[in-house]
Nanobody, 115 residues
Framework: QVQLVESGGGLVQPGGSLRLSCAVS????????MAWYRQAPGKQRELVARIFSGGTTNYVDSVKGRFTISRDIAKNTVYLQMSSLKSEDTAVFYC?????????WGQGTQVTVSS
């Protein structure tokens, strides 16, 4: 059974940094595409960053140069390092895994950027 558990969200001031973690069980992250999505109030869930099984990454334009997705295969954990945070980054962030065409989601972690 695949399970994803996010952590690391919280309240941060504009310009600050946070690191989100997604601990995965039930499968090996190195064999799968992993991603971070976010959903702001009243908006659709959007893809933020993705890391493919080979290690290639891509990002939505609005976070390029500010966010970095990475993984620790030994810990079976994916991270999202966020810096230069803006108020518009406020959202619930979700970890996502794609395996055999099926999507798995974590429960989400709230990130609030406010002074």
């Amino acid at each position: 059974q695949v399970q994803l558990v996010e952590s690391g969200g919280g309240l941060v001031q504009p310009g600050g940094s946070l690191r989100l973690s997604c601990a995965v069980s039930g499968t090996i992250i190195g064999f799968n595409t992993m991603a971070w999505y976010r959903q702001a109030p009243g908006k659709q869930r959007e893809l933020v960053a993705r890391i493919f099984s080979g290690g290639t990454t891509n990002y939505v334009d609005s976070v390029k140069g500010r966010f970095t997705i990475s993984r620790d295969i030994a810990k079976n954990t994916v991270y999202l390092q966020m810096s230069s945070l803006k108020s518009e980054d406020t959202a619930v962030f979700y970890c996502n895994l794609i395996r055999s065409g099926q999507y798995y989601w974590g429960q989400g972690t709230q990130v609030t950027v406010s002074s």
